[in-house]
């Protein structure tokens, strides 16, 4: 079993930048799909990111497209969301999920693990 860890979060103004780790134990996840997923208050989770197992093919939401990077790290285990540009609209609890297979989409469904989240507040 796969113990993903979200780490990062904070209070920022519109306009910075954050960087969201993911840092997983108990076994490697270079074999995973990892994802990001955002949960804003009263709203469903949504998917933000994801990248498959090695690293070469990526995908975004719509509405972070141009402003977030997903990357991974296999030797070190760990996973990356680089946000620039943030809006208030971000604001939300940032989640990392490891997916069932090594390619993954926007389903909540085909990710096997998920981390506590991290929460993300941005001030306009």
């Known amino acids: 079993q796969v113990q993903l860890v979200e780490s990062g979060g904070g209070l920022v103004q519109a306009g910075d930048s954050l960087r969201l780790s993911c840092a997983a134990s108990r076994r490697t996840i270079s074999n995973n799909a990892m994802g990001w997923f955002r949960q804003a208050p009263g709203k469903e989770r949504a998917f933000v990111a994801a990248i498959n197992w090695r690293g070469s093919s990526t995908f975004y939401a719509d509405s972070v497209k141009g402003r977030f990077t997903i990357s991974r790290d296999n030797a070190k285990n760990i996973v990356f969301l680089q946000m620039n540009n943030l809006k208030p609209e971000d604001t939300a609890v940032y989640y990392c999920?490891?997916?069932?297979?090594?390619?993954?989409?926007?389903?909540?469904?085909?990710?096997?693990?998920w981390g506590q989240g991290t929460q993300v507040t941005v001030s306009s």
């Open positions: 999920a490891a997916g069932r297979t090594s390619y993954s989409g926007s389903d909540p469904a085909s990710y096997q693990y």
